[in-house]
């Protein structure tokens, strides 16, 4: 209880982001709790921002159905990042994704975007 998820308006803009241990309401909270994503079918590739970044690290995780770790990656956040990932020929394989993070100062997440690389424009 308290340790959600949350959508905030910003800058015209739906980012969402997760509460962290000092939970919700404590704007404090907000941009330092995980955000996971389980997809309705498995996914071959996947796009998203991460917004926020200082000087810190998110950690995404791609997941397969069945719980099998397909790989972690980290990326120092310094400032919002606009990422990309693809499956070796188009495997269609992610069932989902955790982000959790060390920025100081949070993270949220916004425009993610996913199913085959060509169709996500």
């Known amino acids: 209880p308290g340790e959600t998820l949350s959508v905030v308006r ?12 000092a939970g919700y309401p404590n704007v404090q909270a907000q941009g330092e709790g ?18 926020g970044g200082e000087q810190g690290e998110a950690r995404i995780q791609f997941w397969t159905r069945g719980g099998a770790l ?8 310094d400032g919002p990042l606009s990422l990309g990932f693809q499956r070796r020929d188009d495997r269609p394989d992610i069932a989902g994704l955790l982000i959790t993070n060390t920025d100081p100062q949070g993270l949220a997440i916004d425009n993610l975007r996913f199913g085959p690389a060509p169709e996500m424009g």
């Open 10 to 21: 910003m800058l015209g803009s739906n980012i969402l982001n997760g509460f962290g241990p």
């Open 34 to 51: 995980a955000i996971a994503v389980l997809f309705d079918t498995d996914q071959p590739a996947l796009a998203l921002q991460i917004l």
């Open 70 to 77: 397909i790989h972690t990656e980290i990326i120092a956040t």
